[in-house]
């Protein structure tokens, strides 16, 4: 069975930080480029980061280039999300995507 357990969402305050994490297993993780998609309350999921498999390439949306930072341990089957500097607009839940497979996601609130 496929799983995908983020975790690591809370509250933060405006210009905080966050780091979450995602544990995959029932697949093989090193061969997956691994993404972040995030869902805004009210709102269609937008991606947010992906990372290749192999040499690990990463990229990222316009609008977290710079606060965000993707990254993977394949050894540990996992995928970070580094957050810096969140502002309300990040508030969402959070998801790692391995297509076609969705983990549950992790909330993201960001407020004062």
């Known amino acids: 069975e496929v799983q995908l357990q983020a975790s690591g969402g809370g509250l933060v305050q405006p210009g905080g930080s966050l780091r979450l994490s995602c544990a995959a297993s029932?697949?093989?993780?090193?061969?997956?480029?691994m993404n972040w998609v995030r869902q805004a309350p009210g709102k269609e999921p937008e991606w947010v980061a992906g990372?290749?498999?192999?040499?690990?390439?990463?990229y990222y949306a316009d609008y977290v280039k710079g606060r965000l930072t993707i990254s993977r341990d394949n050894a540990k089957n996992t995928v970070y999300l580094q957050m810096n500097s969140l502002r309300s607009e990040d508030t969402a839940v959070y998801y790692c995507?391995?297509?076609?497979?969705w983990g549950q996601g992790t909330l993201v609130t960001v407020s004062s």
């Open positions: 029932g697949f093989t993780f090193g061969t997956y480029d």
């Open positions: 995507v391995a297509m076609p497979y």
């Open positions: 990372i290749k498999y192999g040499y690990g390439n990463t």
